[in-house]
């Protein structure tokens, strides 16, 4: 069963620090996955896409990371802000049908305390 | 920023009555899709269209609808809305390439009473 696995579900940390999210993912044949932010009662909105053959991906203060032979990935922020309080979803699409298919994680939520 | 658009961007409505979600996007994408999303959980595929006069249904049972007459319009109706209804709808597209990514709307947060 194609599944995407989150961890932790919830983080606290202080402004400032850094933090790192978990993705585990059991998705076959994978295409590429993603990582979303959503910020409270808004839509997803793209952090970073990886495919296949990337490892890490940077965009400005978010890193991320793939194992594709683990099925893992990981989202690093660096140097937290307030408005990084958000949920944090990773996103893994198959390649095995026309669709494309999107298999969304949980996500994460992050609160940045001042 | 992406083009997509939702409306309304909150709904409260009694039972029983007909609602319809507009979902419209200007970048000419092939494939849009409708999701679900209930507080602190994650996004589930109700619907989705690969083009003009192609609609399917997702992965979670719903009693929604949905039309795709025109490339960038694809609204999501409710014949008859019932309180187990309330939750957030998100609409997302993306174009045909298979590793481009989704773009989202900003979601429709329905409530109803």
């Known amino acids: 069963k194609n599944q995407v696995e989150q961890s932790p579900q919830s983080l606290i940390i202080l402004e400032g620090k850094n933090c790192t999210l978990q993705?585990?993912?059991?998705?076959?044949?994978?295409?590429?996955l993603r990582w979303y932010k959503q910020d409270t009662g808004r839509g997803p909105v793209s952090l970073t896409i990886?495919?296949?053959?990337?490892n890490t991906k940077s965009n400005g203060r978010y890193t991320a990371t793939l194992d594709a032979d683990t099925k893992q990935s990981s989202l690093h922020i660096t140097a937290s802000q307030l408005s990084d309080s958000a949920s944090y979803i990773c996103?893994?699409?198959?390649?095995?049908?026309?669709?494309?298919?999107?298999?969304f994680g949980r996500g994460t939520q992050l609160t940045v305390w001042p | 920023e992406a083009d997509i658009y939702q409306t309304p961007r909150y709904l409260v409505i009694g039972t029983g009555k007909k609602i319809t979600l507009e979902c419209s996007q200007t970048?000419?994408?092939?494939?849009m899709y409708w999701y679900q999303q209930d507080p602190g959980m994650e996004l589930h595929l109700i619907h989705y269209?690969?083009?003009?006069?192609?609609?399917e249904k997702g992965d979670l049972s719903s009693e929604s609808t949905v039309s795709r007459i025109r490339t960038e319009h694809f609204p999501l109706t409710l014949e008859s809305a019932r309180p187990s209804h309330t939750s957030q709808y998100l609409c997302?597209?993306?174009?045909?390439?298979?590793?481009?990514?989704?773009?989202f709307g900003q979601g429709t947060r329905l409530t109803v009473v």
């Open positions: 269209s690969y083009g003009v006069n192609s609609t």
């Open positions: 997302a597209s993306s174009d045909t390439a298979g590793s481009t990514e989704a773009f």
């Open positions: 990886m495919t296949f053959s990337e």
């Open positions: 970048m000419g994408h092939d494939k």
């Open positions: 996103v893994v699409s198959d390649r095995g049908s026309t669709l494309g298919r999107l298999y």
């Open positions: 993705c585990n993912y059991t998705v076959s044949p994978f295409s590429n």
